[in-house]
């Protein structure tokens, strides 16, 4: 199928408007949870007949009853579950199905269904008629469905997800279709990117249907917290948005919202659902390694009842802090927050980028471990599961949207980067942990458009929350970056020593503080490094290092240490965040060797050796900061 007409298939999808996520189901005394994780069946649509699924209505029967099908995870990428390549590599539409009964009890509720993230766009039946409809991986969808359910008898639900990226997608892509030649089938086509992970695909994230009252039932909540100036209270402002069905008279309605601590007690409430708690002497929600007892997380519950039609209750993890910056600094609580962290990435062996909560917790163990306090959500936004725990564990996020690597920066492009951005500001807007948004990395920010672009981005975001701060990850030089000049806090992704001079260890010092020190002159803001760091393959060491070697890896992050240390001295650099984590998957290219090696631990989660040069630094870094001295025999003995 020519390309134009994948597009005109995805574009009639994309157009279809989706309600996209608020609150995180959980159960309460009103409501109901129901996993629909487990193994689906699936199936791959003939390569040369794309929409045979939606002619002959796929969605209508089990997929068994139809032909030859797959056994396939859910959540998890279909791409690494089979030995097939045509699997692993399959661009277009796949369908997955399965069956399931509910309680005869919701036949009185509203139920919604709930898509953690589905890679890229997608199409939902419930029985046989198109429910729901989402494009835009890497973040949750969910839609009203009580009018497709039954509550009697056995439900089917059929779904065709399509991993094609276009010209306006976030992230772009291109679908290169080849005319048969001596170098070429007939037929021949492929899925051109550039940004630097594989394109995994799937249902990655958990399916929920959950039920709620039907006449009355709380939509979302917002909150915002502020601190006096000691510390010694907090007022906590609460927005509860209440859906009514059938009411004419709100008058009626009545709010309830209730503070309690992690140990049950209550500590404050209020009677009106735009209110505000004031609490005094808080716990408040303190980064790892800035107290005692990080990440501490209070309850709200939110309850709304109509004497005629019944109640509501909703439970809402809640962190206390504010978030502040200026021209040099961020400030957590009122006291300055220095970024010690990295990007990461959703990647795993087998799995993909399904959710794989023993590795989630695994990488959090690792993280505090080598004594991080704070990572990048590059370049996505990650699965609610993984956010609670950053909130859990006093680690601070920068959470990105999924516009990596764009370009030519169009009209219809804008609004699905908007879209993508307000969906993601929806679901993380009550998290403590996320203190500022990304809203794209590495643009070709070069370009003339740039500018305009991106300051319609931030005045949109700005316009979404004005609590936190905007920033924008740059790879641009300083002299040609049209974008960066609109945001916040200035942050930069620099390969001094690898993809610019390689091998010149004696270079990077000086390149990256030149660098750093340009960028503050240029931009008068806070400024941080979100990437830096050299491919290792674990195990290899040469003595002279050499590139490629774990002994290299080591070299170049002392010398970009150094480099830090005389930035921090300046009271304007903020944090350094080294790229990555752990290995991950690409696609495959020459300079890529099963993937990308850049990792201070492998992607099965074992340490090279800069993992242990790195936890030297960041307790360092820590000590430094609390006054203490923990540093002593880290690199030898470990913590």
Not at 149 to 166: D, G, P, Q, R, Y
Request: charged content about 25%; overall charge neutral.
């Amino acid at each position: 199928m020519p390309p134009t007409e994948v597009t005109g298939i995805l574009l009639i999808f994309i157009q279809i408007q989706v309600s996209w996520c608020l609150l995180f189901p959980r159960d309460s005394t009103s409501r109901q949870t129901k996993s629909l994780d487990g193994v689906w069946k699936f199936k791959l649509s003939p390569k040369m007949d794309q929409e045979i699924g939606f002619r002959d209505q796929w969605f209508t029967k089990p997929l068994e009853n139809i032909g030859e099908t797959l056994d396939m995870p859910v959540p998890g990428s279909y791409n690494d579950i089979t030995t097939d390549p045509t699997v692993r590599d399959y661009v277009g539409w796949v369908w997955y199905s399965r069956t399931f009964f509910l309680p005869s009890s919701w036949q009185d509720q509203t139920v919604f269904i709930r898509f953690g993230s589905v890679h890229y766009t997608c199409a939902v039946y419930i029985n046989g008629e198109k429910a729901v409809v989402h494009s835009g991986g890497h973040i949750a969808f969910q839609q009203d469905v009580t009018n497709f359910l039954h509550f009697t008898k056995e439900n089917l639900i059929s779904v065709a997800v399509n991993n094609t990226l276009t010209r306006f997608t976030v992230p772009q892509g291109s679908y290169t279709w080849r005319e048969g030649s001596e170098k070429f089938p007939p037929g021949y086509s492929t899925l051109e990117y550039n940004f630097d992970f594989f394109n995994y695909a799937g249902i990655h994230r958990p399916v929920l249907l959950y039920s709620v009252p039907r006449n009355i039932y709380i939509k979302d909540i917002k909150t915002r917290t502020s601190l006096t100036s000691d510390l010694s209270a907090a007022t906590l402002q609460v927005f509860a948005d209440i859906q009514t069905t059938n009411i004419t008279d709100r008058d009626g309605l009545q709010c309830l919202l209730t503070l309690s601590d992690a140990a049950g007690k209550k500590v404050g409430e209020a009677f009106k659902c735009n209110d505000e708690i004031k609490i005094v002497q808080p716990n408040l929600w303190w980064p790892y390694l800035m107290s005692e007892h990080p990440g501490y997380m209070y309850r709200l519950e939110v309850s709304v009842a109509h004497i005629q039609h019944g109640i509501d209750s909703y439970h809402l993890p809640i962190g206390l802090r504010e978030v502040s910056w200026g021209n040099s600094s961020l400030k957590i609580n009122h006291k300055n927050f220095y970024f010690r962290g990295f990007g990461r990435h959703e990647d795993s062996d087998i799995r993909g980028k399904g959710l794989d909560l023993p590795l989630v917790l695994r990488d959090y163990n690792l993280i505090k471990w080598i004594g991080a306090n704070s990572y990048r959500t590059s370049h996505y936004p990650y699965a609610d599961e993984i956010m609670d725990l950053a909130d859990q564990n006093g680690i601070v996020i920068i959470d990105e949207c999924p516009a990596v690597a764009l370009d030519h920066f169009e009209d219809e492009l804008l609004e699905n980067h908007l879209r993508s951005i307000r969906e993601l500001v929806d679901r993380d807007k009550n998290r403590p942990s996320v203190v500022m948004w990304s809203v794209g990395n590495e643009p070709h920010s070069y370009r003339e458009k740039a500018g305009d672009y991106f300051k319609k981005v931030f005045d949109y975001t700005r316009s979404l929350d004005s609590s936190r701060p905007i920033t924008l990850v740059i790879n641009a030089d300083f002299k040609t970056d049209r974008a960066s000049q609109h945001f916040d806090v200035v942050s930069i992704n620099r390969y001094f020593g690898w993809y610019s001079d390689p091998g010149h260890i004696e270079l990077i010092q000086r390149q990256m503080l030149n660098d750093l020190k340009q960028w503050r002159a240029a931009r008068g803001k806070p400024v941080m490094v979100t990437e830096y760091g050299a491919d290792t393959v674990a195990g290899l060491h040469m003595l002279p290092s050499m590139v490629f070697t774990e002994e290299y890896q080591v070299q170049l992050m002392s010398q970009n240490f150094k480099a830090f240390d005389a930035a921090r001295k300046e009271g304007w650099f903020i944090g350094e965040m080294i790229w990555n984590f752990a290995d991950f998957m690409t696609k495959q290219e020459p300079r890529r060797v099963a993937g990308n090696k850049k990792g201070i631990f492998t992607r099965d989660r074992q340490p090279k050796m800069s993992a242990h040069l790195l936890a030297s630094r960041y307790w360092s870094l820590a000590d430094d900061q609390l006054g203490s001295s923990r540093r002593e025999n880290i690199w030898l003995h470990g913590l």
